[in-house]
């Protein structure tokens, strides 16, 4: 069994551990806190994403403007 092929089995077993610990009471909280975590994480991975790919566009706008200035 691999680490990150988890499967059913393996987050019943999370769940009840994190019950146990933490009590039914900060279940929500940890759900909710890790929840806004996730998408933060996501909104930040999409903002590199579209700074990445606008860069590239631009450096390959200046690349073709070269390109242009030079055959003239």
Do not use: Q, R, W
């Not at 089995?9 to 769940?15: A, K």
């Not at 994190?18 to 940890?30: Q, S």
């Not at 909710?32 to 590199?48: C, Y």
Request: glycine share 10%; net charge neutral.
């Amino acid at each position: 069994m691999f680490p990150g092929n988890i499967g059913v089995s393996g987050l019943v077993i999370i769940l009840i551990i994190t019950l146990i610990i933490f009590g039914p009471k900060k279940l929500p909280e940890i759900g909710s806190a890790f929840g806004k975590t996730l998408s933060e994480f996501k909104k930040s991975a999409n903002d590199i994403m579209s700074d990445n790919s606008s860069s590239t566009e631009k450096a390959e706008g200046e690349e073709k403007k070269n390109k242009k200035d030079e055959t003239v």
